[in-house]
């Protein structure tokens, strides 16, 4: 399998707020890289991410990257999805494509995102298990500070 590249990732979302005058990156240290409304990490074998994100609605939300051919752009629109594994526990997901060949997958509940920022603020790592075929891990180091960066510009006044 092919190594799911960080930077190129992040290409897409560096690009489209370079445009527009709004973003910077930094390291926001444990292998985070911050802007202004998203944090975002690999997993140990840098083929997810995890993003830390303010969502359309303005809440805070968290998802998961990869790479997938079948997305060619953005799409306002997302779909069902079968469950994701995390740590053991089935949550319900939607999935979005993000940019050219990056798609998203977000819980659908606030359930299924208080599960999993449980697991990523108490556990040591995080196992991802998608589609039943591979098993991705996370060093969960820095989640807490990523979002309280990423819920700072939200709860601003």
């Given at each position: 399998?092919?190594?799911?590249?960080?930077?190129?990732?992040?290409?897409?979302?560096?690009?489209?707020?370079?445009?527009?005058?709004?973003?910077?990156?930094?390291?926001?240290?444990?292998?985070?890289?911050?802007?202004?409304?998203?944090?975002?990490?690999?997993?140990?074998?840098?083929?997810?991410?995890?993003?830390?994100?303010?969502?359309?609605?303005?809440?805070?939300?968290?998802?998961f990257m990869y790479?997938?051919?079948?997305?060619?752009?953005?799409?306002?629109?997302?779909?069902?999805?079968?469950?994701?594994?995390?740590?053991?526990?089935?949550?319900?997901?939607?999935?979005?494509?993000?940019?050219?060949?990056?798609?998203?997958?977000?819980?659908?509940?606030?359930?299924?995102?208080?599960?999993?920022?449980?697991?990523?603020?108490?556990k040591n790592s995080?196992?991802?298990?998608?589609?039943?075929?591979?098993?991705?891990?996370?060093?969960?180091?820095?989640?807490?500070q990523a979002m309280?960066?990423?819920?700072?510009?939200?709860?601003?006044?």
């Amino acid at each position: 399998m092919k190594k799911f590249d960080l930077k190129s990732a992040l290409a897409g979302v560096v690009l489209a707020s370079l445009s527009s005058g709004v973003i910077a990156m930094t390291d926001g240290g444990n292998g985070w890289v911050y802007d202004t409304q998203e944090a975002m990490k690999a997993d140990l074998s840098g083929n997810l991410i995890v993003s830390v994100y303010v969502a359309s609605d303005e809440s805070t939300n968290i998802g998961f990257m990869y790479e997938d051919s079948s997305c060619k752009d953005f799409e306002d629109d997302s779909v069902s999805f079968q469950p994701l594994r995390v740590n053991g526990q089935f949550i319900n997901i939607d999935a979005q494509c993000q940019d050219d060949g990056v798609m998203m997958v977000y819980p659908t509940s606030d359930a299924a995102f208080n599960f999993i920022k449980n697991e990523f603020s108490n556990k040591n790592s995080v196992k991802i298990d998608k589609f039943g075929d591979t098993d991705y891990t996370f060093d969960t180091r820095g989640f807490k500070q990523a979002m309280a960066h990423v819920m700072t510009p939200i709860n601003a006044l």
